[in-house]
C-alpha cells in the first residue's frame, strides 16, 4: 500500500499554510499530488512537503471539496 495515495490525511510541513490538516485526493506523478484543505483549496503539492498520518478517509471518486473537507473533521 502507497503511503501517499489517495485519502490520506497529512499536515503541510512547508508554505503559507504550514500545520493545516489536508488530505490527498490524487497522485499526478512520483514526486508530486493533490491536496485539499479547510484553508486550502485544490492544488498540486509536493510529496516532500506534507507529513502523512495514519489516518486514511475513503473519498468518493466525485466528491466535492466541501465533502472532503466535511470528512477531514
Same mark, same amino acid.
Given at each position: 500500500?502507497?503511503?501517499?495515495?489517495?485519502?490520506?490525511? @497529512?499536515?503541510?510541513?512547508?508554505?503559507?499554510?504550514?500545520?493545516?490538516?489536508?488530505?490527498?485526493?490524487?497522485?499526478?506523478?512520483?514526486?508530486?499530488? %493533490?491536496?485539499?484543505?479547510?484553508?486550502?483549496?485544490?492544488?498540486? @503539492?509536493?510529496?516532500?512537503?506534507?507529513?502523512?498520518?495514519?489516518?486514511?478517509?475513503?473519498?468518493? %471518486?466525485?466528491?466535492?471539496?466541501? %465533502?472532503?473537507?466535511e470528512?477531514?473533521?
Amino acid at each position: 500500500m502507497k503511503v501517499m495515495a489517495a485519502g490520506r490525511v @497529512c499536515y503541510k510541513k512547508t508554505g503559507r499554510n504550514a500545520g493545516e490538516k489536508v488530505i490527498i485526493t490524487k497522485s499526478i506523478d512520483k514526486n508530486a499530488v %493533490e491536496i485539499v484543505g479547510a484553508k486550502t483549496k485544490k492544488q498540486k @503539492c509536493n510529496i516532500l512537503q506534507l507529513f502523512p498520518t495514519n489516518n486514511v478517509i475513503k473519498l468518493k %471518486e466525485h466528491a466535492t471539496q466541501k %465533502e472532503i473537507i466535511e470528512a477531514l473533521k
